[in-house]
Nanobody
Framework: QVQLVESGGGLVEPGGSLRLSCAVS????????MGWFRHAPSKERELVAA????????TYADSVKGRFTISREDAKNVVYLQMNSLKPEDTAIYYC???????????????????WGQGTQVTVSS
């Protein structure tokens, strides 16, 4: 059974940084495409960033380009989301998601992911 566990959320002031981690159980992590989504109150869940199984392909929401970076460390079965220059509008619950990826794709829609974590709260406020 595949399990995803997020960590690293918290309260940070505007302009600050956080690094989210998503630990994935299972021997096939190397074959998973991974994504980070967020869900803010009164808003739809949205893709923040995604990465292919090889790590060679990534994609970002326009609102986070240049500020957030997604990466993966296959030796540790972990995917990261480095978040810099945080803004109050980044406040949300952040979820990581994973799915088998046989073509080195980035999956941009939440319906494409089978495995989900429980989420970690990120609050950006002074």
């Amino acid at each position: 059974q595949v399990q995803l566990v997020e960590s690293g959320g918290g309260l940070v002031e505007p302009g600050g940084s956080l690094r989210l981690s998503c630990a994935v159980s299972g021997r096939t992590f190397r074959s998973y495409a991974m994504g980070w989504f967020r869900h803010a109150p009164s808003k739809e869940r949205e893709l923040v960033a995604a990465i292919s199984w090889s790590g060679r392909k990534t994609t970002y929401a326009d609102s986070v380009k240049g500020r957030f970076t997604i990466s993966r460390e296959d030796a540790k079965n972990v995917v990261y989301l480095q978040m810099n220059s945080l803004k109050p509008e980044d406040t949300a619950i952040y979820y990581c998601a994973g799915e088998n990826d046989y073509g080195d794709y980035v999956f941009m829609d939440s319906s494409e992911y089978r495995y989900w974590g429980q989420g970690t709260q990120v609050t950006v406020s002074s």
